[in-house]
């Protein structure tokens, strides 16, 4: 009884390595033929509309390796990187005039580098996650767009080429295959973004009277967190307002829910002689709560590595009178609410 029990043991253990070794040495069956490029295509289709999140990799939101990675992972079984320079160095380079539907794309969105890809699905189209532009997440672009056409790298393949296509090598550097289960991390910067906005500042109005008033300048510096949907930042920054005499250094906290809005909040330091605009009344301030705004930018024009978009912002900051008591509603809205109009350059991560 003993004898056999340790027999079948064996036998149970023997099974277990053959069925080991022989799916360890087998591609799946999905990567094989020219099926396995169809059944990726059609389901990549799922996903478009899906909103653009970095770092996302689901239906909540996918950034355009994450749509990459889940799409082969799902449909086919394959594992890909999780980046864009992880994957760009594990394809199999391919001439462009052989390159196929499920193969994918590369692009210079941000300069030399390579630093978006897609999923090509024939006919000069292609499916991709984008964080950017008048469309944002998961869409479907042509080679025949100027930007994409312009910014085009070259193709590279994860999946055997279909029967009588094996055309391969001068598309991009040569590099080994896929690695089942490879998993880079992307680096911790490229979770950033930063930006610089500089704006000139007006309002319609003072005690005195209703006209269109400058307010000076500022110019801020932001950082933002990208993984998390809100996208949280700090900044800070400079400005001269000759209405009340002062120069003001805000430092806030900020959120994105995204659309190109911006709610931010913290304190400001006043160096000089704070008076209500138009009149010679002293006002004080104190530091925290010391502004409160919301900003949104219009579609971002992009050049190497940075992005350049309009803004427009309207604040409102916290004003007393020289007895740190609070202001009438009249005083404080003409003292507090400013109106920004400028430009903002934006520095991304590396991966678009």
């Known amino acids: ?28 069956d999905s990567l094989t033929g020219e099926s ?20 996302g990799a689901g239906a909540d939101g996918m950034d355009c390796s994450g749509f990459l990675y889940t799409v082969a992972r799902e449909s086919a079984g394959l594992t890909l990187p999780r980046t864009v320079s992880g994957i760009y160095g594990s394809v199999r380079a391919v001439e462009d005039a052989q390159k196929e539907a499920g193969d994918i794309l590369f692009f210079r969105t941000q300069g030399t580098v390579i630093s978006h ?9 292609f499916i991709h996650a984008v964080s950017e532009g008048s469309s944002r997440g998961v869409i479907v672009s042509s080679l025949k767009d100027a930007y994409w056409k312009q910014r085009y790298a070259g193709a ?8 009588g296509n094996t055309g391969a090598g001068a598309g991009l550097p040569s ?20 930006d610089a906005t500089l704006t000139a500042d007006w309002t319609l109005f003072s005690t005195e009277r209703f006209a269109l008033i400058s307010r000076g300048g500022s110019a801020l510096f932001h950082v933002s967190y ?11 920054g400079i400005g001269y307002d000759p209405t009340t005499g002062a120069f003001n250094i805000p430092i806030f906290v900020s959120f994105s829910p995204g659309a190109g809005f911006r709610l931010y909040a913290g304190g400001m330091a006043a160096l000089g002689s704070l008076r209500l ?24 024009i992009t050049a190497a590595r940075a992005g350049f978009a309009l803004i427009q912002d309207v604040r ?19 003292a507090g609410l400013v109106f920004s109009t400028g430009i903002r350059v934006s520095f991304f991560g590396n991966e678009w």
């Open 36 to 55: 396995s490029r169809q059944t990726i295509v059609e389901y990549s289709k799922k996903y478009v509309g899906t909103p653009y999140r970095y770092g």
């Open 1 to 28: 009884m003993r004898t056999t029990l340790k027999t079948a043991c064996w036998c149970v253990l023997a099974g277990a390595l053959c069925a080991g070794y022989a799916a360890a040495g087998t591609a799946p």
């Open 117 to 125: 890809a897609a999923l090509y699905i024939g006919n000069d189209q």
């Open 226 to 236: 990208k993984k998390w949907k809100i996208h949280p930042g700090i900044g800070a």
């Open 156 to 163: 590279g393949q994860v999946l055997p080429p279909s029967s």
């Open 316 to 334: 409102y900051q916290v004003y007393y009178d020289s007895d740190r008591v609070a202001l009438p509603p009249g005083e404080s809205m003409a």
């Open 277 to 300: 605009p138009d009149t010679d009344k002293a006002l004080s301030q104190a530091f925290f709560p010391g502004i409160l705004g919301v900003s949104w930018q219009f579609p971002v």
């Open 175 to 194: 590099a080994p295959g896929i690695t089942p289960g490879a998993n880079p991390k992307t680096p911790l910067i490229s979770a950033f973004d930063a």
